[in-house]
């Protein structure tokens, strides 16, 4: 039966390179995917390219296929990413910059446009699409219109679709859901078409992308296995053999860390899915509840019995809006009286915002040791700490009420206890706030454009 | 008598936007039925007071033995705007392996 082999690059922008270059070496690959993007990096990608046209895709891009083409290139493995970010062009002309200083020949990419709706929301508006807010409901677009930053749909895979039918060997695209990073390869593979789809097949490909799409995380990264994991610091990045009747396993490469085994697959099953019956990506919903699994092997789980169901009207859109700035600031109080110097300091820095009239929309400190991870479901310590970072953060309005924050932080260690130590301070950050809504699918078509060597 | 969530379960958190959502996978078939009995959105809402401003869901998968917990208005307003030093409440799943569950519940399991 026909097998498609995929392993996972990377898992967010920042994320090791070295399992991927393993991974391109010796995994035997069809196909290796990356995923570069949170939710907030296609509003930086989009600053960035206002500040300089040739930018907004993800600079790793460029390191990243300097290792790797030379390897993948001739191997037969073909690649597929999100890293183009807002500029999608751009880096399939970074990309063949690096081929071209490689000296490689004969090679395509594939850009892949549409996703970017910044500059389109009043004909949305206009349409009659309200862009109401997905979490919030109520509110209307028109409050932050003036403050967009940026405005992307989660697209699906049928671009990476034509671009791999194109003969492309590097698939670039901006915001691809995470999902079709690894759901396009395989719809290309086994010749799965939209209209005349396999529902359940659809939902098993989005539920074995996503077990596999923030790379290492599957694999006992971030795992409550972490106790028994093997050398996180060499850590092997995750491999699905997809088979054409729906089922796969997960494994990765011998000799690597990590850990792979029942509980390190439910635990990614079940991040940031929310309503697993429900798992709504742009290819398919993906019905979670019905998988089953076990472990093959060392490191090997198999899943099957994976279902879903048709793939929504509405594509899912991340608006990204300015909405004031963050204030950061900290003092280091040291015992005696440890508790007694944090309470006074913030006694102290909340009336002396009182009388330099800042009044933050949101002002909060964090005693760390104490309470800043379980805020008011700490345990009060039954002795005073050996010493507390007190964190004060605070949401203003402006860069300058922030700075005047920052000072009133500043001066507390010198009107406040004694030994109260102070460092470097943080230099504030503006918010872009974020503004999760629907569109209709029709409206966001994608574009595909090949470029060679 | 009473345990604590953490001897009966695996947790880990993630986040989107300003939800934060707790994976609970049960150690076996006792400690899930033990958990699916007594982790309510009832409960959730005291144990997370001051936490979780929002509605709180709690999905079953028995297949895997586990519990998925959504938790609305739980982040301070997600990673991007937050305040918290967690702006991802990675930290939560922690906070959830507190919970106190009754044994009692985990012998009835057994039974059954």
Known sequence: MKTVRMGAGSGYWGDLLEPAIDLAKRGELDYLGFDFLAELTMSLLQRAKRRNPDTGYIPDVVPWMRALLPITHGNGTRMVLNGGGTNCEAAAEAVLRVARDADLT?????AISGDDLTSRIGEFRQAGVT??????????IDEIADRIVSAHAYIGSEGIVEALAGGAEVVIGGRLADSSVYVGPLMHEFGWSFED???NLLGAAITVAHVIECAGICCGGMSSQWKNVPEPWN?????????QDGTAEISKLPDTGGLINQWTIKE?????????????????????TTTRLEETGPDRVRLWDMSGRERPDMLKVQIGYTDGWIAEARVLLPWPDTMAKADRCEEIIRKRLDIVGVTPRELRFDRVGVDALAGPLARRPRRDPEEIELRVTARVDSREEAAMVNREVTHVSTIGPVGTAFGPPVKPREVIALWPTLVPRDMVPVNV???EI | MMTTLNDLAYTRSGDKGDISNIGIMAFGAAEYEALRTWVTPERLRSFFAGVVLGPIQVYELPRIQSLQVVLHDALGGGATQTLRFDETGKSMAALMCRMQIPTALLRKGEAG
């Open chain 1, 106 to 110: 004969q090679l395509r990419v594939a």
């Open chain 1, 197 to 199: 789809a396999d529902w």
């Open chain 1, 131 to 140: 862009l109401a807010n997905m979490e919030t409901g109520e509110r209307s």
């Open chain 1, 235 to 243: 850590m092997g990045f995750p491999i699905a053999d997809f088979r």
């Open chain 1, 449 to 451: 454009t090949f470029e």
């Open chain 1, 268 to 288: 990614h099953l079940l991040y940031e899915t929310h309503n697993p019956a429900d798992y709504r990506m742009p290819d398919g919903i993906a019905d979670l």
